[in-house]
């Protein structure tokens, strides 16, 4: 069975985008993939994080994945917390010491993140050679992502062929992006040319996974869309309409022309009445199960059976990598 590994960051409450790009991904592929999804902490602190507010986050993190259908009673799914296994950092280091100062200057989220604080911290400058590491210590095939994160895989996969090539045998597995058709980036709702965040400043630019259903519903009814009235997919010119089409398909399991065929002749009132009911129904479902999994047993059980069996496969990967550059006795 090939191996999947994606993560998601335990920064803030996630949004139904998280769910697109990274939760629902984990659920079409659990079953049929040795699945590694775990919390990556140590990427969250690349920038400022409170504490205490970091654990909860964890905590809900993990309890929202839980509550969206992910199984851990599955042999081949193991949930665990990033900072748990100590051999992610310490491939990451090795890593570093096969990466270019050019390459990850590239790296666009540096670029983009970079811009906006001049005191940026060198955590932001390396985390994607720690996030290679996340992926290559355990011979991960898969990586479901989203289109902003290609880029990183692109640098896992070429530091792997670095490493075999430098040392001469096949120490990694060279990882492929898993980008799905539908769905990849789900957009802000007031401003459809940027995606959907955890941090938007706008309170009506996202929706979270754990929103009620009154504020739902009236972030879908005062999404963006355009003046022509016509229902029909076209990211270019009618962007905010497209990305509610898009929302619509992720969570009814439609295609997006049978979305638009549904709706022909439908103004855009009734379509969002319509989305709104669709979501609501699907999120009061996550919420049912997030209350009852939060306080529980489950979550710790989870992680304490996750962070044993990868602990096991990141040491032995480990001690092989540390051995071929020569460390130690």
Known sequence: MDRLLTGLQPSGTLTIGNYSGGINQVLNYQKNYETFLFVPDMHATTVTQDPEALRRNIRNAVAVYLACGVDVNLPNMHLYIQSENLYHANLSWILECHAYFGEMSRMHQFKEKSKKNENFTCGLYTYPILMASDILLYDAKYVPTGIDQKQHVELARNLALRFNNRYKGEYFVCPESIIPKVGASIKDL???????????????????????????????????????????????????????????????????????????????????KDLANLLCERLVVIQDKYNQIINSSIIDDALDAGREFTTKIAKEKYEQIRKAVGYGR
């Open 190 to 272: 007031q401003n459809p040319a940027k995606k959907m965040s955890k941090s938007c400043e706008n309170p009506k630019s996202s929706i979270f996974l754990l929103d009620p259903e009154n504020v739902v519903r009236k972030k879908i009814m005062s999404a963006v869309t355009d003046s022509e009235g016509k229902i029909y997919y076209d990211e270019e010119n009618k962007a905010g309409l497209s990305n509610l089409i898009t929302i619509y398909s992720i969570f009814s399991g439609l295609s997006i022309e049978q979305v638009v065929a549904k709706f022909d002749g439908a103004g855009y009132g009734d379509f969002k």
